[in-house]
């Protein structure tokens, strides 16, 4: 009985320990770097996503990218397509966007995503 006891109280903790944690639904967001042709390379992947978790918003992945259904004139002192992409939970969207991000959603277009990603160089 005392064997049954002590084997029936292990599995209890044994089961008590094991806890099982949930992968929060994650968004895309992204934010022009703000590059200037021949003058500016714009912000990093690691700084906007500073800007992110400087404001509790966590960051699991950062990608560097490109507007992809954009033109923009190849002129010097002109503006470039180049962003950079943060995932980042679902619920801190609003979050983000009030610090000048946007949900990648928003790039959508007939023709695709909108939007090329790419390993950052930094």
């Keep these: 009985m005392k064997k049954i006891l002590l084997l029936a109280?292990?599995?209890?903790?044994?089961?008590?320990?094991s806890t099982t944690t949930e992968k929060?639904?994650?968004?895309?967001?992204?934010?022009?770097?703000g590059a200037i042709q021949c003058?500016?390379?714009?912000?990093?992947?690691?700084?906007?996503a500073r800007l992110l978790t400087d404001n509790n918003i966590d960051v699991s992945k950062?990608?560097?990218?490109?507007?992809?259904?954009?033109g923009v004139a190849s002129v010097c002192g002109?503006?470039?397509?180049d962003i950079n992409v943060h995932a980042?939970?679902?619920?801190?969207?609003?979050?983000?966007?009030?610090?000048?991000f946007e949900d990648v959603a928003t790039l959508k277009t007939e023709n695709g995503s909108g939007y090329s990603v790419s390993d950052?160089?930094?």
Excluded: F, H, R, W
Excluded at 9 to 17: E, K, P, Q, T, Y
Excluded at 62 to 70: A, I, S
Excluded at 88 to 100: E, H, R, S
């Design 9 to 17: 109280s292990s599995a209890l903790l044994i089961s008590a320990c």
């Design 24 to 33: 929060q639904p994650e968004s895309m967001v992204y934010i022009n770097t």
């Design 39 to 48: 003058e500016l390379e714009g912000q990093t992947g690691v700084q906007t």
């Design 62 to 70: 950062t990608q560097c990218g490109q507007l992809t259904d954009v």
């Design 78 to 81: 002109g503006a470039t397509v």
């Design 88 to 100: 980042i939970p679902t619920d801190k969207v609003a979050y983000a966007q009030a610090l000048g």
């Design 120 to 122: 950052c160089q930094e």
